[in-house]
């Protein structure tokens, strides 16, 4: 065998055991960025970011929750990595009522228009005397029932533009409304047995119930009550969750909402 022809083989055997090397090595793992959300329309939205942030390197797995209170208290305890559900009232009354809240806002992404329905009266003017109204009890959605009312005309609040506004802060309440506060997610199943509901947007949508169409009246676009994405102060810079707002605020996203929800939720960004 030639000099030659040998350094060839030895020069072929290093070029495949570096290959083989490589091959051997295992992909690098894509970080794994866990966020709890309510169903609709954050879960939703979610599913349609996975592939984005997959191409990105990151492994996004959405914990599903049915109510208000779970999302934000296993991101504190690091259960989860954030959350995706909540708006600026209510993370402010829930750093009231929690003092070892860490949560810190990310990003805004959608605003749901909050709006009143009912299955007894097709107008607002139809609504009788002493009628029951049911709204959320949690204190940054009742009140914002309470506002949304007052600009119907159906109550005068001391302070029309206190968002914490509670039924002590009726001065007028010509139609002698009365009040039933029940969890936000019940409010769907009580419509048939109330004369009006207001009912957040994410839990109408899950009753089929169009807030465009289907509603007596609804908020416009111009509110405080911007969904947020939530995370903590050891979390909030990491790529992960950088790469996660990205994506949430990118157009594809305002074009899914847009297409998918058709005014009932609103981009905002």
Do not use: C, W
């Not at 950088?242 to 909402?257: D, G, R, T, Y």
Request: proline fraction near 7%.
């Amino acid at each position: 065998m030639s000099r030659k022809f040998s350094l060839s083989l030895g020069l072929a055997a290093a070029v495949f055991s570096t290959f083989s090397l490589i091959a051997a090595a295992p992909a690098q793992a894509a970080d794994k960025l866990v966020i709890a959300a309510t169903p609709v329309p954050h879960a939703e939205i979610l599913e349609f970011v996975k592939p984005i942030l997959a191409k990105e390197g990151v492994d996004l797995q959405v914990k599903v929750f049915t109510d208000y209170i779970q999302p934000a208290v296993q991101t504190n305890e690091k259960r989860v990595d954030g959350n995706f559900f909540l708006h600026q009232p209510y993370l402010n009354e829930f750093k009231k009522n929690h003092k070892n809240d860490i949560e810190v806002v990310i990003t805004k992404v959608h605003v749901e228009p909050f709006a009143g329905y009912s299955t007894k009266y097709k107008k607002l003017a139809d609504l009788p005397d002493g009628a029951t109204i049911a709204i959320p009890n949690d204190p940054s959605n009742s009140g914002r029932a309470l506002l949304l009312l007052s600009r119907q005309g159906l109550l005068k609040l001391k302070d029309p533009t206190n968002i914490s506004a509670t039924q002590k802060d009726i001065i007028d309440n010509p139609k002698h409304l009365k009040f039933k506060e029940l969890e936000a997610a019940t409010l769907p199943r009580v419509l048939n047995q109330v004369d009006l509901a207001l009912i957040n947007t994410n839990y109408a949508i899950e009753a089929k119930l169009n807030p465009v169409k289907d509603s007596l009246f609804i908020e416009d676009a111009n509110s405080p009550y911007a969904n947020l994405l939530v995370a903590r102060p050891d979390n909030k810079d990491s790529a992960a969750v950088k790469k996660l707002a990205i994506a949430l605020n990118s157009p594809e996203v305002k074009k899914f909402i847009e297409e998918k929800y058709k005014g009932a939720v609103v981009p905002a960004f």
